[in-house]
């Protein structure tokens, strides 16, 4: 019988479609399971065959749990705000909500083509007004909190005001921006203006000076991960480092609660460690220097304040505000060069170069507070103004960047054998260096120095012990139109949070998406985006008059704001009133399987979990974590294609003549190779872009022969594979089976279409068990206990499998059992029903199909799964190898019941047992049962 996958697949959708099949109830005693895809940002080239890999694989754990009997909320959504909508946008004067829109019609076209499992009806958009209502009023909880750190949790801002009423900053442990004083007298006595300024320094988000990644030509601070090689990733525009106003999430608040958190999550180790890394844990020690000839202090962090008497000069970060004070006139023009070389890169990149150590002398020095020695202070931009102080004490012998600098720049090294781990190893073998022992830390072990120079430190009263963390608090504005506005507006020049019954603060049509002449963000362009304060709506800009109407904040939210946060309103989507509803967020908890990218690990995943755990704090949900369980899929890789082109010319010479000339290897579209060669169609190449239409080749007996590579599948690279072909030509089911059957879930792997043929002639194989001919047949005769232990094989490992994640092995036990079940022509109900379950989350529209086929009027999807019966797979007969004297002579089948000596009875029985032994007894006979029998005679 003809397999119409086409027919059959656009049947099944529209009834899944019509019939909301996956539609998730709220109210059910069911135990519920909540399985989850990294939010898909909807780019304009749509999807390609790499993008479904992770969708697939959650679809298949959201069925079976289906099957399993679990109430399963499977939803999707999109990530819709973003720089790739609106640089579109600056290009043609196209509304990124048109380009948004469009792309997402497309996204959403591709992903009911595959067929899974979402439930449409809880959809979410970030770029919505309904959805980003809910970010900004997150914005506004966390503007009105702050962090105690005797609670070790975030509370409203009002019981900080409270303590201030009372006892002013007495008693006070809190994270903030700087150190404070005042008692309650002087709080009660400030201004509003004051006291505003003043709580600033505790909110959660804030407004602060803060060094940022600046692209002028994109008109927005950036990311670090959207700049590569000190560019912006889209563009390819310089990229500098900038002192700007930005609003702030105060994450470093969460540090310790994120490192700790991470121990009770299921979660790749390498995106573990990643976060780890990122948050930086480190304990060490505050130490203060005097600057000669000035009243400033430098202050550093240290980890090895026992290294103290081996450190021989300073290094500040080239933001650190001291270098402006503490810089001679005769180092000046260095410093200010040096300053201006320095913008231009990251931090990332800063971090990164641990070879290249360059900097400048400020003219002045530091005093070593033990040793008494003057220490030159240099900046350079191995030295961040983010992490610790901003400044180093430089301990030359004992770490490497501050040896190469000390070579570089000719300066003292002082080894410091102090403890006994010194001793050993820990230091540099400089010949130049001087060996410096102090009496009292000689001989100690790590600890016990650290311990007895930081009780030093304190006792001389220039620092203290403490503990230290990497991770900065998050920026949290951009200078660009297309996302969430910020629910502030300003009044004698400081930020108020809009009412929330004011939500949303919905962004303003503007004519352009560029900055204002005066340099302000695009939302600068607005005519109607003042606040009134008295009437409480948003007003032309013309009627500001900083009395009664003020100006709203021009910066809006970055791209992680919305999706921090995405799995929670997926639980109750259309609440109006309130992010979520608790019993809904108590009833759905924590995502049980999250399957996305391990690119996020340091940006979504850790501002997600900070949310959470602020809610948590503040009383809106009661998990500590969003996600238990992460999978990091593995990429989908593209087969490229390059040409070879002669430098300077517009010819273009086959890849194994190309070692003869200078060229430079260009990607081609690998739609323009003659079938499944590596043959260019150098017509169709010509007419592919204008700049090829004159090309000229050189080939070799008579062909142009590309080269080829396997590398990321992507739209640049022109390698890329439609699923809307590959569906057109193989179905949805055929994709769905190859994707898991290509490899491991976690690893990548490359892309062949000629493998989908192997993966098709099963689905053909699997619905003519249930045909003969062209009739559809079913037996409803009992099966054999073969045909059952075929079944039951496949229930055993396909149930370890899905609940191992090992999708390919069960697609391999697909075939097996088919194939099986197709030699012994077994069309029987008892075994055809349960084997379409099985088969169903991997290719749920063939199932349909035959479940309907079989007689059934509703859908598979909540059939039970099969439950496995051992009985079936126990042997009946073991077919027994006999060896005499180490070499196997016969195989003899016996019953699975009989004892070990009975098998031996029968084997020293067996008439050709009888021809061996000649009349001779066995010197020894070991049967191990079920296995083998050993004779030795």
Known sequence: MFYDHQQIEKKWQKYWEDNQTYKTSNNTDKPKFYVLDMFPYPSGAGLHVGHPLGYIASDIYARYKRHQGFNVLHPVGYDSFGLPAEQYAIQTGQHPAITTEKNINRYEEQLRKIGFSFDWSREVRTSDASYYKWTQWIFIELYHSWYNKNTDKAESIDTLIKHFEEKGTEGLNANQNDELSFTAEEWSSASEIDKEDILLNYRLSYRADTTVNWCPALGTVLANDEIKDGKSERGGFPVFQKKMMQWSMRISAYSERLLQGLSKLDWPQPLKDAQEYWIGKS??????????????????????????????????????????????????????????????????????????????????????????????????????????????????????????????????????????????????????????????????????????????????????????????DAIFSRQRYWGEPVPIYYKEGMPYTLPTSALPLELPEVEKYLPTEDGDPPLGNAKEFAWDEVNQKVVSTDLIDDKTIFPLELSTMPGWAGSSWYFLRYMDPQNDGEFCAKKLSDYWGQVDLYIGGSEHATGHLLYSRFWNMFLKDRGYINHDEPFQKLINQGMILGMSAFVYRIDGTNQYVSKNLAGNYQTQQIHVDVSLLKGTSDELDTEAFKAWRPDYANAEFILEDGKYITDREVEKMSKSKYNVVNPDDICEEYGADGLRLYEMFLGPLEQSKPWNTQGLSGVYSFLKKFWNLHFNGETFEISEEEPTKAEYKVLHTLIKKVVYDIENFSFNTSVSSFMIAVNELQKIKCN???????????????????????????????????????????????????????????????????????????????????????QILEGKTPKKIIVVPHRIVNIVI
Not at 285 to 298: R, T, Y
Not at 373 to 392: F, H, N, R
Not at 844 to 869: A, K, M, R, Y
């Open 283 to 472: 304990q060490g020690a505050q130490v203060q220097f005097k600057v000669d000839g000035h009243d400033e202090i430098v202050e550093v962090f240290t980890t090895r304040p026992d290294t103290i008497f081996g450190a021989t000069f300073m290094v500040l970060a080239p933001e650190n505000p001291l270098v402006e004070t503490i810089t001679t006139d005769a180092q000046k023009v260095e410093v200010d060069t040096y300053i201006e070389e320095t913008s231009k890169k990251t931090e990332r990149d800063r971090m990164s170069d641990v070879k290249n150590v360059s900097g400048a002398f400020t003219g002045s020095y530091a005093i070593n507070p033990f040793s008494g020695a003057k220490m030159p202070i240099y900046i350079s931009d191995y030295v961040l103004m983010g992490y610790g102080t901003g400044a180093v004490m430089a301990v030359p012998a004992h770490d490497e960047r501050d040896h190469r600098f000390a070579k570089k720049f000719n300066l003292e090294i002082k080894k410091v054998v102090e403890t006994k781990e010194d001793v050993q190893e820990k230091s540099f073998d400089s010949k130049d260096s001087v060996c410096v022992n102090s009496d009292f830390l000689n001989g100690l072990s790590y600890n016990d120095a650290k311990s007895k120079i930081i009780s030093e430190i304190e006792n001389k009263g220039i620092g203290h012990g403490t503990t230290n963390y990497r991770q900065r």
């Open 828 to 914: 029987k109900r008892n075994i055809l029903e349960p084997l379409a379950v099985i088969i169903s989350p991997y290719a749920p529209h063939i199932c349909e199909e035959l479940w309907s086929l079989l007689g059934h009027d509703t859908s598979i999807e909540f059939e039970q799964f099969p439950v496995l019966n051992e009985d079936y797979l126990v042997e009946d007969e073991i077919e027994y190898p006999v060896s005499v004297n180490g070499k196997m002579k016969f195989k003899i089948s016996l019953s699975a019941q009989l004892s070990a000596k009975e098998v031996e009875d029968l084997v020293i029985s067996n008439e050709k047992m009888q």
